[in-house]
């Protein structure tokens, strides 16, 4: 039940990053489940292993390159699922970090996301 939650609050996020970014467009709630899934396969799949590969950067960027690499899978799966659009690159990472942000302050209000007690 928390992961059809999660997967729903996930399709809101980007239903609101097109108010946000004019290069960012969602054709409707059907079109974002399907996008907030094929996210979420992306970053489980495809995400662990570019961050290994690309840990000497990463290392000399002190992490920052992490941005790179979400933008380029948020524009990656904008290219092949139709009516998600991202314009580039930039808008691409833009709308990255925001979705991130936006899909945490909802699973925290929504779902009261806290870190385990400790006895």
Do not use: H
């Amino acid at each position: 039940m928390i992961l059809l939650l999660r997967w729903a609050i996930n399709a809101l996020a980007l239903l609101v990053l097109p108010y946000i970014f004019d290069s960012i467009q969602v054709e409707g709630f059907y079109t974002a489940l399907i996008t907030a899934f094929v996210l979420g396969l992306v970053n489980a799949l495809i995400r662990p292993i570019l961050i290994v590969l690309t840990l000497p950067i990463n290392i000399l960027t002190l992490g920052l390159f992490t941005f790179v690499i979400n933008g380029l899978l948020f524009w990656f799966v904008a290219s092949f699922v139709k009516g998600f659009y991202v314009a580039g690159f930039w808008p691409a990472v833009g709308g990255a970090i925001v979705y991130s942000i936006i899909s945490w302050a909802l699973s925290a209000l929504l779902l009261g996301d806290r870190p385990p007690a400790r006895d």
